[in-house]
């Protein structure tokens, strides 16, 4: 384990790094750590409070408990905010979301940050939850989309065709805790009926795992506006990572995302692995995609497009987020060893506060005549999401290991999201995160999609003697 870094001031960051900006989503420990590098003070709000999330923030509350607290989100409100791990708009926090500047004017407060930095344009959101726009901007850039069907009117279905399989999606929902399997002519099964294991922790924090569907009394998910039903597209799903300025964007990279199955929920996020080569002609209709959307959005900060590619090598785009995503980290420690940035959260920032993005794209510090991916040089990261199997009390004593786990590589480990002593986990929910930096020397002797088999193999060496200890 690594405890979060020592704040500093980059000086790529210059005087932005000197004031507060609040955290809210579904986890943000990735982002808070990114944040403290820079320099900024933060101040933090999510469903889990882990350890090292709260040791990177000056000061932090349960998103729950957060909600009911008018007087602390009406202090919070004069600061800059970034919503980030997994939460695109909760209903609750609304008065957070709104413009600094605005909620500034109506209550004036002495506590006000004088450094604070300055506040963030209006970001057009109505679209993001769009999938006719969406697919037609893909369209226009060369990517294909899948097909879509809503489920207005009420008990509506989508046409059936050989071979073809539908997943009822929500929206508003991350980690994949809103999709699941569309089975014709039955009911629906609820998404909370395969969590109630998750969510039954009766230890000393919330609940980490909240879905975000309604459901009837009689097990049947009510169907909503926010709901579609969207194609299943068989192939290998991933995470494009861009950076927006409201007028330019820069791809950063991409990674495989994976995931596991909970309950009814097919495709719970489990982590990510990368940033992986691409093809020069999906990289540029990625980009060309991104520019897109901030250009007719306004969209400032960081873009997370998901994205499948089939065996033909054919890319269609799922959805996007304007926000930090899970396989941020990732991205940033790359650039980090390429000595591109400090902290991917101030290169953010800056990028919220419009300037300009062209330095960061990868693209730039190749030679000009360079017919490789720039991701084909520098280490690749595994990050793996542990799940418990069974009920028990987590110590940090059980995660220590034989060495010999790891001698037969040169995987360099760390755990992150690392819940307090003492606290119970149920079976479902998620213990912790690992994460190994794949050197690349280790890489280049793995071509293609392969390299992440052998930290993975190393993962369930150490998952075996993990679960093992648990069960006594």
């Known amino acids: 384990m690594q405890p979060p870094a020592v704040p500093n001031r980059p000086s790529k960051h210059g005087e932005a790094s000197a004031g507060t900006v609040v955290l809210i989503g579904a986890s943000i420990r990735s982002a808070a750590q990114s944040a403290k590098r820079a320099g900024f003070r933060v101040l933090g709000i999510d469903h889990f409070g882990d350890v090292d999330t709260r040791q990177a923030c000056q000061e932090f509350w349960i998103l729950n408990e957060f909600q009911t ?4 989100i009406r202090r919070l409100q004069k600061f800059p905010h970034f919503v980030v791990g997994g939460l695109n708009t909760e209903p609750d926090a609304t008065l957070l979301l709104r413009p600094a500047t605005e909620t500034a004017k109506e209550n004036p407060t002495k506590e006000a940050d004088p450094f ?4 963030l344009e209006k970001t057009d959101f109505g679209r993001w ?6 697919e037609k ?3 226009e850039c060369g990517l294909s989309f899948p097909s879509i069907f809503h489920t207005l009117p009420t008990n509506a279905e989508p046409p059936r065709s050989p071979g073809k399989r539908w997943l009822l999606k929500t929206e508003n929902s991350c980690g994949g805790l809103g999709v699941r399997w569309h089975t014709p002519s039955s009911p629906i099964a609820t998404a ?8 039954a922790s009766s230890g000393n924090l919330n609940p980490k795992i909240e879905p975000s569907l309604k459901t009837t009394t009689q097990g049947k998910a009510h169907r909503t506006s926010h709901e579609i039903f969207q194609e299943w597209v068989p192939g290998r799903p991933h995470g494009a990572t861009l950076i927006c300025n409201g007028q330019d ?5 991409v990674c495989r995302s994976l995931f596991t199955h909970l309950g009814d929920l097919p495709f719970v996020y489990r982590g990510s692995f990368g940033p992986v080569r691409l093809p020069k002609h999906l990289q540029q209709r990625l980009q060309m995609l991104g520019l897109r959307i901030t250009r007719e959005t306004g969209h400032r900060g960081l873009l997370n497009i998901d994205l499948v590619i089939n065996r033909s090598g054919e890319a269609f785009a799922l959805e996007v987020n304007p926000r930090w995503s899970g396989s941020s980290e990732l991205i940033e420690r790359w650039m980090q060893d390429r000595k591109q940035i400090d902290s991917l959260f101030g290169a953010m920032f800056e ?3 419009g300037l300009p993005v062209a330095g960061l794209n990868p693209q730039v510090h190749q030679p000009p005549d360079s017919v490789q991916s720039p991701w084909s040089s520098g280490p690749q990261f595994l990050k793996r999401i542990i799940f ?3 009920r028990f009390r987590f110590s940090q004593d059980l995660l220590t290991f034989p060495t010999k786990a790891w001698e037969d590589g040169c995987y360099q480990s760390t755990f992150s999201d690392l819940p307090a002593e003492g606290t119970w986990v149920s079976p479902g929910e998620p213990i912790c995160t690992l994460i190994s930096q794949i050197p690349e020397a280790t890489a280049a002797k793995s071509p293609g999609l392969g390299k992440e088999k052998g930290p993975m193999h190393q993962h369930r060496a150490f998952l075996r003697h993990f679960y093992e200890s648990t069960q006594t």
Request: glycine fraction near 6%.
């Open 69 to 72: 607290k008018p007087a602390l």
């Open 116 to 119: 604070s930095a300055r506040a």
């Open 129 to 134: 939850n769009d999938p006719h726009w969406l």
């Open 137 to 139: 901007l893909s369209q």
């Open 192 to 199: 909370t009926s395969g969590l109630e294991p998750i969510l």
């Open 249 to 253: 964007c820069s791809l950063l990279g």
């Open 351 to 353: 990028a919220s506060n």
């Open 388 to 390: 418990a199997r069974q």
